[in-house]
């Protein structure tokens, strides 16, 4: 799955953005790939932009469809209550063998005590000079780790 982000990334145009995670169910379930989309664009040029992943094969859900800017927001399915936990966000220059196979080997013994680890394609507008607080952020892609804080029982 991870080659496949990284072929559609290289290549998306700025209304595309791809987060890929990987997710490490607590209670020993079995962890999942997930793909999150955002295109800010006709649909059917989002079908074509994203065919690569269709090759993937496996999928338990598909929710991609048209949705109001107010709902963006819904996408992830993050929790919007408070929760313990904890996190960490690195700025990555590119995807290459290198760190595609870090991650890889790194997810062969599981994640724990990480959940989830989301590699977020940037780039767009957020890559662009502005006078805005980003001021431009090169880096194409970033890369988060988010656990549950160790303090807490997960149930």
Do not use: K
């Not at 890929?20 to 793909?35: H, T």
């Not at 079908?47 to 048209?66: K, N």
């Not at 997810?107 to 780039?123: D, M, N």
Request: aromatic residues 4%.
């Amino acid at each position: 799955m991870l080659e496949v982000y990284r072929e559609v990334t290289a290549s998306a145009p700025d209304a595309l953005t791809v987060w890929a995670s990987l997710v490490d169910p607590p209670g020993g379930g079995p962890a999942l790939a997930v793909v999150d989309v955002t295109y800010l664009g006709d649909g059917r040029q989002a079908g074509a932009l994203l065919e690569p992943f269709e090759g993937l094969g496996g999928a338990i859900s598909d929710d991609r469809h048209e949705r109001p800017m107010t709902t963006l927001g819904d996408i992830t399915g993050d929790p919007v209550d408070p929760s313990p936990g904890i996190g960490r966000c690195e700025l990555l220059t590119g995807l290459d063998e290198t760190v595609l196979d870090a991650l890889t080997e790194g997810l062969a013994g599981g994640l724990a005590p990480v959940l989830v680890l989301q590699l977020r394609h940037l780039g767009g507008a957020l890559a662009r000079p502005s006078d805005g607080p980003t001021a431009g952020m090169p880096e194409p892609y970033a890369l988060t780790a988010t656990g549950v804080w160790s303090n807490y029982p997960v149930t």
